[in-house]
């Protein structure tokens, strides 16, 4: 018998980040687990199909962005054949996972999250702070928080979807609505800035039943590595998540043309899932089985917009953690930033000032560097991810250097001697349609524009006309009626909206993450929003008395 009960999902919380003080007892393990990780690279990482390890020779490197002439892992990129052969398993496997029952599957997710903040906090910790480049807050709030927050919440959300059932039940009749896991196998395509999305982007459908093949970042392979294995020891069945690394031109051409493909689950470039949107209505059309289910976020130009009401201390705090912590890399990084000319010089000497005091280095404090960086695990930004990432920033340096419409404010310095640093940098342009002011750079780079105080609601429509994108944007204000203002004006500018608080920081069960426009088709990861997409409901009417006639009663005659 495989119900005997009904079961609930325990009621999650947001795992409370721990603080890391120096001298604390958490401090010291994961120095520890920092230093013995460094003395056991390079890590060797397979592909992992139906449960067993393949190393095909086809390797490539991932290294330690601050320290690049380190490799934390070589990993084994998948082949064509071992592609097709992680669908055909994920088929298989299919037929025993979704007849599972959902305590079942529930409780090897469960446990997977207290295996992340328990057994494996550290070494997660250690393989995303080294791995990533991040220090020890943003490691901490995405590995280990985000992850076990993402697995449980998403887990209750399930339930909840399981428990909507239709309310009306006439005598003779029970309604009822069963969600089956989609038909196929989902594509998850995760990128390398949070552990947490490398985590969710798989997880999530097979919650519900499906099985998924998970294509990992290159640079960010070794702890999505260490979480796939998290999962086997939770009790995850063999092909119900394929581990399949590679290029993700090669795997997205088998997958994209592959006609069990039931959806795509991606975070990453724009460009990319366009190329994806646009392939799979191509397949759709003769291929696909179903419609597949496409869900992406991807990219960001996301704003501060200042009233002369704000208070400046909390708008300069706030602006320097939206647009510097972890290197300005995160989707919703503050990247350009309107201000009153009324305030202006104030919020630029303070600005000044406090990035002044940004130490940059290596979380673990083992390098030097002959600039401004720092040996010392209290580092607020340490290097961008690699070298393709700096050369990009760089670019845009070098180009604004030479820019009549462009004052540098501060920073401006790159090194790439050791690890690919970049000072956080602030610009000031008096063209607001400035190509800093549109394009999304994914870097410590700030762009701001001083407006006319006057100008309030132009500007307001200014910003929210200037990019494509619509990911996530604040309103700095002390003034009600301004607040209110700039929710009417930017109600498409952004998916997530804050008022007085940085553009970044979503939390689980608290703000749903997505965007709109460029940004995505506005999902909101870690919401039941999200979950919906990986299920396909069918109604249920059932009978329990017998139709004597087939008449209806203005028909019948006697």
């Not at 997977?112 to 901490?140: C, F, H, P, S």
Request: charged residues 25%; positive net charge; hydrophobic residues 35%.
């Amino acid at each position: 018998m495989s119900h005997i009960g009904r079961f609930n999902i325990p009621t999650p919380h947001n795992e409370p980040p721990l603080s890391y003080l120096p001298n604390s007892k958490e401090a010291k393990k994961l120095k520890e687990e920092c230093e013995k990780m460094r003395k056991e690279i390079p890590f060797e990482v397979p592909c992992i199909i139906n449960g067993k390890e393949y190393k095909t020779g086809n390797i490539k490197e991932q290294l330690i962005p601050s320290d690049h002439k380190n490799v934390i892992c070589k990993f084994h990129q998948v082949s064509e054949e071992l592609v097709q052969e992680a669908v055909k398993g994920a088929l298989e496997a299919k037929k025993k996972w979704e007849e599972m029952s959902f305590e079942s599957r529930a409780a090897i997710f469960l446990k997977a999250a207290d295996l992340v903040v328990g057994k494996y906090r550290y070494v997660m910790m250690a393989a995303t702070m080294l791995g990533q480049g991040k220090n020890i807050w943003q490691a901490e709030i995405d590995c280990t928080a985000e992850v076990s927050d993402l697995l449980r919440f998403n887990l209750k959300y399930i339930e909840e979807i399981y428990s909507n059932q239709p309310k009306i039940n006439p005598t003779a009749v029970w309604n009822r609505l069963e969600y089956r896991p989609l038909e196929g196998f989902v594509l998850a395509i995760t990128p390398f800035n949070f552990t947490a999305i490398g985590a969710n982007l798989p997880t999530a459908p097979a919650m519900l039943g499906n099985v998924v093949l998970w294509k990992p970042s290159s640079t960010a392979i070794y702890s999505n590595y260490i979480f796939y294995k998290i999962l086997q020891e939770a009790g995850l069945p063999a092909g119900v998540i394929q581990f399949v690394p590679g290029t993700g031109s090669m795997i997205g051409k088998i997958l994209l043309k592959n006609k069990d493909l039931a959806g795509v689950h991606f975070t990453g470039s724009t460009a990319v899932f366009k190329h994806i949107w646009l392939e799979s209505a191509k397949n759709t059309m003769s291929l696909y089985k179903s419609y597949p289910r496409i869900v992406g976020e991807t990219g960001g130009k996301n704003f501060h917009f200042v009233h002369e009401s704000a208070l400046i201390d909390n708008l300069v705090n706030h602006t320097i953690r939206g647009a510097f912590e972890y290197q300005g890399q995160k989707c919703s990084a503050t990247s350009r930033m309107y201000i009153p000319k009324t305030i202006w010089p104030e919020v630029k000497e303070k600005l000044i000032k406090e990035v002044s005091k940004i130490k940059m280095g290596q979380s673990d404090g083992k390098i030097k560097f002959k600039i401004k960086i720092q040996k010392d695990p209290t580092s607020f930004m340490s290097a961008v991810i690699d070298k393709n990432s700096f050369e990009n920033i760089k670019k845009y340096i070098n180009e604004a250097e030479k820019d009549e419409s462009v004052e540098l404010i501060c920073g401006g310095k790159y090194d790439d001697s050791v690890g690919w640093f970049i000072e956080p940098t602030i610009y000031l342009t008096t063209n607001p349609k400035h190509k800093l002011m549109q394009e999304e750079i994914f870097g410590p780079i700030l762009t701001i524009y001083v407006y006319e105080a006057d100008k309030y609601e132009e500007t307001l429509e200014l910003c929210d006309q200037t990019s494509p994108y619509a990911l996530t944007g604040a309103i700095f204000a002390n003034d009600r009626e301004a607040i209110d203002i700039a929710i009417k004006k930017l109600r498409q500018s952004a998916g997530n909206f804050y008022i007085n608080e940085k553009s970044t920081g979503a939390v689980v069960g608290q703000q749903p993450f997505g965007g709109a426009r460029g940004s995505g088709n506005n999902q909101k990861a870690g919401a039941i929003i999200n979950l919906m997409n990986w299920c396909s409901p069918r109604s249920i009417k059932e009978g329990f008395v017998e139709l004597k006639d087939w008449k209806n009663g203005h028909e019948k005659t006697d």
